[in-house]
Structures are given as structure tokens and as C-alpha cells.
């Protein structure tokens, strides 16, 4: 189905049929097939092939990219659905399938040609090669703009020198779109985006990172020495790179809002369950009020955050301005999810501090959802652009 033959899209809070669907199916999904080994890929760190291409063969991986291009042709408040009923299980699958269809795939999606995109988005969208957005660089942190990562044209080539780091599917990822400085005069505006394939000589990967959560997404460094891109690999206009980057940046904060929605879901339902089966005293702790307290905190700010996540969705598939709602549906999502997270784990007790219960790997993955894709400070900053003005 193309998204050209949905109905338009309408700001209403009942999910459209096809929406519906989706959710359930990878709701039946996750819960028969992710959540039951989840614990056990967080502790060895194991990368889910197997459970990835199953989710390629659904079209999970291009579900808002175009049917032209092996997509799904959804939407993207489909997209957030998605994330969302797979973060309430396992956020580093979520984030995996974020970055794949909301990095690399889109920059290709929005910058690319037509050639570029018949020959790598087809192979992004339906799974065949994962791909990895690379941006960040060693040092630069919140001042993306500002790498040292290097592109020099030569003859019918470009020659790309610089190392990236924090790059998910770093190691197992096939297609790359890299940001390189074409020239350095120009700052921002002199910054272009490069599809590179793993294999090219001089493009190699470091280890995988060590991190508090997100244990089995793949995280790591990745390093061009003398890398030769042909030039018909430049992905859109010289040095407007940087400028394509602020707009992938914005469909991106939907992904993580809606991996933050679902984490805190996760944590929100754990709590109610455990708040059932634990006594104290003669009775469940769910009946003491500080207990239902925390509880339904969390259950008013989860849909608080589910519902900006999906006005910035919808305003993204209308083709309406929406990087204000993203920065918001981000920011308030991440940090609630934090939160939520915390006050699961109170509410378990000790038992929240160990291993056996899923509400510390919640914790240890909310954590970087306040710093991935624009930390809650640049959100901050983005946000006083739009609001103070």
C-alpha cells in the first residue's frame, strides 16, 4: 500500500485501520519473539540478527518509505507505533529499527537521487543491508557542525579521511551515509553528506562500545583512512549536508520520543503488575496511596508524551513545519521516561535493583534517550529559537 493511497491524514485520537493492524502485529510479535530472550541479549550483547531480518520480512525496516523503493509506504505516526510496542520490550531492537529507517535510509530518501535511491534504498528498506548514519565524531559531541572528518575531490573521486564515533549499526551495517568538511571556510555550509559501503578500502570499524544500556544495539566507532567514494556517491547538494542533517535530526526526535514512550510504558506496566502481587502489611502495595500515586503519574505523563509524539508524527506526514513539536515530544518523553523508570524501580523495592526484574535494564536504557539525537540541553536551545523569538 502507498501512503498516496491512505486517507488523508486527520487529527483525531482513534487509530485508522491500517494503523490498528500494524499495532497489533508487531504488538503479537515483539511479545512472542522479543520479549521472552530479551534479558538474555542484554547480558550477552548480542546483536538480534535473526529477530531483525523477521522484521525486515514484515517491512518493518522501510515501513514509511516508498512502495517504489521496496518500502511499506506507511506513515510515520505508523512508524511511532511500531517503536513504541518494541521499546515496551527491548529498546535497543527499537532503536535499532529507528536508526536504520530514520537516519540512513531517510537522508538517502530525502537527498538522494534517483539512482542512488533505486541502488541503496531498496536495500536499506527491505532489510538486504543494514545501514549507519554517521555524524558524531570524537570530541565534537553537541557541536556536530564542528568535525574534523574530511572530503577532498579528486579527479572523479572524493578521498575521505576522520573518524566517527557513537555509530549504531557501526559493525554490522552494510550502507553509511557519512558526514564529511568539503570546506572548512564555509563551516556549516561547507559540510557534505557520502554514501559509503562497508568493504571500501581504508573504511574499517573499532570494537564494540561497552555501555550502560542499549546492550544489544550495535555501537562503535568507525574510521576512514584514504577511503576513495566515487563521486556519484556525494548524496545531495556540495556542502548541503549539514543543512539536510537539522531535517533528519527532526524525524529522528519522533523515533526517540516514541522508544521513550515505550520504555516508559514498560516500566509503567511492570509497576502495576508488581504493585498487585506484592504485599505488605496484610495487603497488595498497590492499595497504599504514595504507591497509586507514582502510578498514575506515570500513566498521565505516558500519554502526555504518546500524544506529542504522534501530533509531531501527524504534522510530519502532512508536510507541515514540525521540528518545534519534535524537540518537544523528545524532550518531555526522554526525560519522563527517566522518571518513569526510577519510580518503577521504587516501587519493586529491592527486587527493582537486581537482574531478575526488567525495570533496571528499563533504567539503564532510558538513560540515553536524554542524549542520543540532541541532548535535552540542545533541545532546550532549539526550542527557545521557536519559543522566544
Known amino acids: 500500500m502507498s501512503i498516496d493511497t491512505l486517507a488523508p491524514p486527520s487529527l483525531g485520537f482513534d487509530l485508522s485501520q491500517d494503523q490498528q493492524l500494524i499495532k497489533e502485529s508487531i504488538r503479537d510479535f515483539v511479545e512472542q519473539r522479543v520479549a521472552p530472550t530479551v534479558m538474555e541479549r542484554d547480558e550477552s550483547c548480542e546483536f538480534p540478527h535473526d ?93 556536530a557542525s564542528n568535525m574534523k572528518t574530511t572530503a577532498v575531490r579528486k579527479g572523479d573521486d572524493w578521498v575521505l579521511n576522520g573518524a566517527k564515533i557513537f555509530i549504531t549499526q557501526g559493525s554490522v551495517g552494510g550502507i553509511f551515509v557519512v558526514l564529511a568538511v568539503t570546506d572548512r571556510e564555509k563551516g556549516a555550509k561547507g559540510v557534505t553528506a557520502f554514501i559509503l559501503e562497508e568493504g571500501m578500502k581504508g573504511f574499517s570499524h573499532g570494537p564494540k562500545l561497552k555501555k550502560l544500556g542499549m546492550n544489544s544495539s550495535d555501537t562503535c566507532e568507525i574510521y576512514m583512512e584514504d577511503v576513495v567514494v566515487p563521486a556519484e556517491n556525494q548524496l545531495g547538494e556540495l556542502g548541503n549536508g549539514f543543512i539536510d542533517t537539522m531535517k533528519i535530526l527532526d524525524g529522528g526526535r519522533i523515533g526517540i520520543g516514541s522508544i521513550a514512550v515505550g520504555v516508559a510504558r514498560g516500566a509503567y506496566e511492570e509497576a502495576k503488575k508488581y504493585s498487585l502481587e506484592r504485599s505488605q502489611f496484610g495487603r497488595p502495595i498497590g492499595h497504599n496511596q504514595a504507591i497509586q500515586w507514582k502510578i498514575v503519574d506515570m500513566g498521565v505523563n505516558i500519554d502526555a508524551g504518546r500524544l506529542l509524539v504522534q501530533r509531531a508524527a501527524w504534522l510530519k506526514d502532512s508536510g507541515r513545519p514540525y521540528t518545534k513539536e519534535a524537540s518537544m515530544a523528545k524532550l518531555f518523553s526522554s526525560e519522563m521516561c527517566t522518571k518513569a523508570c526510577l519510580d518503577s524501580i521504587q516501587i519493586h523495592g529491592g527486587y527493582g535493583y537486581t537482574k531478575e526484574y526488567h525495570v533496571e535494564r528499563f533504567l539503564r536504557d532510558a538513560k540515553l534517550l536524554e542524549i542520543g539525537e540532541g541532548t535535552s540541553e540542545i533541545q532546550r536551545m532549539v526550542l527557545a529559537r521557536q519559543l522566544i523569538k
Open 51 to 143: 529477530i531483525v531480518n523477521e522484521l525486515a520480512e514484515m517491512n518493518m525496516l522501510g515501513i514509511y518509505h516508498d512502495e517504489k523503493y521496496g518500502g511499506a509506504g506507511f506513515d510515520t505516526v505508523s512508524f511511532a507505533i511500531v517503536l513504541e510496542e518494541i521499546a515496551r520490550w527491548d529498546a535497543s531492537l527499537a532503536l535499532t529499527v529507528a536508526s536504520h529507517t530514520s537516519l540512513c535510509s531517510a537522508h538517502i530518501a530525502l537527498a538522494g537521487n534517483e539512482d542512488q535511491k533505486m541502488k541503496y534504498l531498496t536495500q536499506l528498506t527491505t532489510g538486504t543491508k543494514l545501514g549507519a548514519w554517521a555524524l558524531t565524531e570524537p570530541g565534537s559531541g553537541s557541536d
